[in-house]
C-alpha cells in the first residue's frame, strides 16, 4: 500500500488489502489519495470476505437437540415433537443440517404415506421440522434459510364434520346405561354433550372445577381457560356419581364398544370427537351465535369455529330463499 506522486503531479493511491484485490486512484492533492487509501483498507478490514465464516457442519440432530433446548421444552407436547424429529433424522441418516436436501425429504414422506401414514399426520412433521429452522434462526443459532422452506404440505380434502341426531343421542346413552361395565362413561359423555368438551378434557375434571353451575376446563388443547354453565341437574348427578365412584378415571374404551352397541357409524378418528362435534352443531341449528362458540370451545382463530356456521337456521333459510329455484315451486 502506498501513495506516490506522479511525473504530471497528480497522486497515485496503490491499495491492495487482501491477496488479489487491488485498488489504484489518482488524485490531485496527497491528502485525497491518503484519505482514499484509509477508507479502502478500513472497508475491507468489515469485509467479511477476506475472512469467510467456516461453514456451518453441525448434523440434523444436533439443531433438533438445541431447538429442544432453547425452545421446545417450554411447550406442551415438545417431547412428543422431539421424539418425531429424532426419528426423522435416524431415516435421513443425520445429514448436515444447511444441506438438508428437500428431494431425500420429500421422497421420506411419500414412502411414510405408502406406509400409511395420514397426509395430517405428515403435513404436522414438516411443521415440525421447519419451525426447528425458523425458530433457531430467530434466536441467531443459524444464519441460512430454511432448506424446507418452499416444501409445499399435503393438500388435506375437508371431512364432513359427523354429529348425533337426538335419536342418536338416545340410542348412545342407552347402549350406555345398559351395558357399559365402566360407570365413569355416561357422566363424561353428558359433559361432552353439554359443554362441547373433547374427551380429555371432560374425563380429567376435577371436582374442584365443577362450582356455580358451570365447569371450567384447563390445560386444554389451545392453552386456554373455558368456563361452561351446564344445568343443575347435570351438576348434581355428577356430584352424586363422584361420591358414589370417585373421580373419573380412563373411559374411552368402554365408550367405544357402547358406541358399537348402539349401531351409529362414524367415520374414523372421530368417536368421542362426534360429541363435540355435536354439541357445536345443535347449539347453531338453535340459533346459537357463532362467537359465543368459538369461547365456548376454546378455537384459537374463528375460521375453526366456521365449519359450523352453515347449520345456522338463517344460513339454511337463506339458501332455501336464495337458490335459483326459488318459487318455482308455487312458494319462495
Not at 337456521?313 to 332455501?320: D, F, I, N, R, V
Request: proline residues 5%.
Amino acid at each position: 500500500m502506498t501513495v506516490k506522486k506522479q511525473p504530471d503531479g497528480r497522486w497515485l493511491a496503490d491499495v491492495q488489502p487482501i491477496r488479489g484485490q487491488r485498488f489504484r486512484k489518482l488524485f490531485k492533492t496527497k491528502a485525497e489519495a491518503q484519505r482514499y487509501e484509509q477508507y479502502i483498507t478500513a472497508n475491507k478490514a468489515a469485509d467479511p470476505a477476506w475472512n469467510p465464516k467456516a461453514q456451518d457442519r453441525r448434523r440434523l440432530s444436533e439443531l433438533v437437540g438445541l431447538w429442544f433446548d432453547l425452545h421446545g421444552h417450554m411447550l406442551k407436547d415438545g417431547e412428543r415433537r422431539k421424539a418425531k424429529l429424532d426419528a426423522l433424522c435416524v431415516r435421513l441418516r443425520d445429514p448436515i443440517a444447511m444441506k438438508l436436501d428437500p428431494a431425500t425429504y420429500a421422497h421420506d414422506r411419500r414412502l411414510r404415506a405408502e406406509a400409511g401414514i395420514t397426509p395430517k399426520t405428515l403435513n404436522n412433521e414438516l411443521g415440525y421440522i421447519r419451525a426447528v429452522f425458523n425458530e433457531l434462526r430467530g434466536l441467531g443459532q443459524i444464519d441460512y434459510a430454511n432448506p424446507l422452506e418452499l416444501m409445499k404440505p399435503y393438500k388435506i380434502e375437508e371431512r364432513e364434520l359427523s354429529w348425533l341426531t337426538q335419536e342418536q343421542i338416545a340410542d348412545l346413552l342407552t347402549a350406555i346405561r345398559e351395558g357399559c361395565d365402566n360407570p365413569h362413561v355416561e357422566p363424561i359423555v353428558l359433559l361432552c354433550l353439554a359443554t362441547g368438551a373433547r374427551w380429555s378434557e371432560a374425563e380429567g375434571l376435577a371436582p374442584s372445577r365443577l362450582r356455580n353451575g358451570a365447569v371450567t376446563y384447563s390445560k386444554t388443547k389451545s392453552s386456554k381457560v373455558r368456563t361452561v354453565p351446564i344445568q343443575p341437574e347435570l351438576e348434581a348427578f355428577i356430584r352424586d356419581h363422584w361420591k358414589r365412584h370417585g373421580q373419573f378415571t380412563g373411559a374411552i374404551t368402554s365408550f367405544r364398544r357402547a358406541l358399537s352397541r348402539s349401531g351409529i357409524v362414524l367415520p374414523k378418528g372421530q368417536a368421542s370427537h362426534a360429541l363435540r362435534h355435536t354439541f357445536a352443531s345443535h347449539f347453531m341449528q338453535k340459533g346459537g351465535n357463532i362467537l359465543t362458540l368459538q369461547k365456548i370451545l376454546g378455537h384459537s382463530s374463528l375460521a375453526m369455529t366456521m365449519r359450523y356456521a352453515h347449520l345456522a337456521p338463517e344460513h339454511l333459510a337463506e339458501a332455501l330463499r336464495l337458490n335459483p329455484l326459488a318459487g318455482c315451486f308455487g312458494s319462495n
